[in-house]
C-alpha cells in the first residue's frame, strides 16, 4: 500500500511493510527504492506545511514502517506515529497574509472534460455547499457556429487584478501575497459590489440560512470558507488550507479524466493527482491561453485547447438530474448535428 504524507523531516512514501518482510531479496529492496523515487516528484506541495509528524501521546502499535527521509536515507518508525500531524492553528492574519514564497496556479485541459461533474460534487462537499450553490460550474462552449462543442469548466480565476478586492469597501474580499483572492466572511456586509466587478461571474450570494449546520467549534477561517453566513458572498478559494497540508484540491483529485491541474508556478510545478509536469512546459507546448485576459485580469487560471477531444460533448449528458440537464438546453440543441 502506497501513501504520501508530508511534514518538515521526513516525507512519507511507502506504509506498512510488515517487519516479516525486511528478510526480502535486494531486488525487492532496489525496487522499492525505485517507486519510492518515482513517488517523491509528485510532493512538490508538501514542504514546511506541519510542525511535526507525530503526537507526544499516542500509544505505539510495536509494528515498524519503512520511511524515506528528506537526505534519501531509509528508516524505520511505529505508524501509530504517522497519523497524528500536527499543525499550527492559523491566525486570521496569516490567512490573510498567505505564503509569500508560493504563486498558486490552475490549469484545465479541455480535451479532458466529458462533464463528469466530479469537481463540482467535491466541491459542495468539502465546503457544505448546497446543490444550487455551485463554486465550479461547467459550461458547454460553442466558438462560431463552425467550430467544435466542448465542455468548459469555470471556477474562480484568482485574478492577479482582481476587481472585486478594489470595489470591495470593508475589505473582505482580499488578495494574499500567494496569489489567492479569499473572502473573509466575517467582514462581507453583503453589499454584492464584488459580484457585480467580477467579470466571470464567479461568486455566490448566500441568500439563506447554511442547511449543514456545522459545530459551534469549528471558527470561520478564510482559508476553509466555512462555516457560511446568511447575507454574504461566497466562492471558490482554490482549498488553501489543503495546499498548507501538502494536499490537492478536492476538485483536482476527484476528476477521473485528470483535467484539472494545480500546483504552484514559482516551483514550475502543477499535477492532477496522476502526473505532475512543468507548469511551464504544458502551457508552452500545448498553447495555453487565460479566459477573457484582454480585461486586463491578469487570471491565474490556464485553460488548453480542446484540440482532439477524448470525448463527444453529447457523452456529458449522461447520468445528470433532469435539473441540471434543463441548464443545457439550448446549448445543446447547437450540438445535434456534431452527432454522428
Known sequence: MLIIKFCPRIIIIQLFIPMKSQNKKKSDRRKFLRNSLALSTTAFLGAGCATGCSSPDVNSSGEKVKVMTTDGKL???DPAHLHHLTHHKISSEEARLGDPNKEYVMVIDLAK?????????ECQRMHFLPPEDEWIKVFLMKDSEDTASYWFPKPCFHCNSPSCVNVCPVGATFKRLDGLVLIDN???????FCMTACPYSSRVFQWKEPEHKISEDVKFSPETSVPHQIGTVGKCDFCPDMARVGKLPMCVTACPNGVLYYGDKKEDAV?????????SELIYEKAGYRYMEELGTNPSVYYLPPVNRLFHPETGFKNLSEEVESRYEVARSKIKKEIK
Open 186 to 192: 466575517e467582514r462581507c456586509i453583503g453589499c454584492k
Open 75 to 77: 528508516a524505520e518508525i
Open 113 to 121: 472534460c466529458r462533464n463528469a461533474r466530479k469537481c463540482v460534487e
Open 271 to 279: 499535477s492532477n493527482g496522476v502526473e505532475t509536469v512543468r507548469f
